[in-house]
């Protein structure tokens, strides 16, 4: 059973920076491509950023990449978003999760809120 421990969430200013770190376990990390999603208040939850056992990442749009690097170290079962340039609207409740995944318990997620 996959369990995730999302951290380092909290309050930034506009243009601020963020490392968000993820742990799983219950899963074969290496081999599970993972994604960082987020929840916005009011809407639905939507797919940021992705990256495979080897490394290739993927973003949900070019913008996104700009600003955000997901990473993973599969040694120690983290995947990792760094998040920079931050503005009001990336605030949000972030997961991540093995894309491929069904079925599965999702985290509980880290608090992104950027404001002054």
């Known amino acids: 059973q996959v369990q995730l421990v999302e951290s380092g969430g909290g309050l930034v200013q506009p243009g601020g920076s963020l490392r968000l770190s993820c742990a799983a376990s219950?899963?074969?990390?290496?081999?599970?491509?993972m994604g960082w999603y987020r929840q916005a208040p009011g809407k639905q939850r939507e797919l940021v950023a992705s990256?495979?056992?080897?490394?290739?990442?993927?973003y949900a749009d070019s913008l996104l990449k700009e600003r955000f690097t997901i990473s993973r170290d599969n040694a120690k079962s983290t995947v990792y978003l760094q998040m920079t340039n931050l503005k009001p609207e990336d605030t949000a409740v972030y997961y991540c999760?093995?894309?491929?995944?069904?079925?599965?318990?999702w985290g509980q997620g880290t608090q992104v809120i950027v404001s002054y």
């Open positions: 999760y093995p894309v491929n995944l069904i079925g599965g318990e």
């Open positions: 990256i495979t056992g080897r490394g290739k990442t993927n």
């Open positions: 219950g899963i074969i990390f290496s081999i599970n491509v």
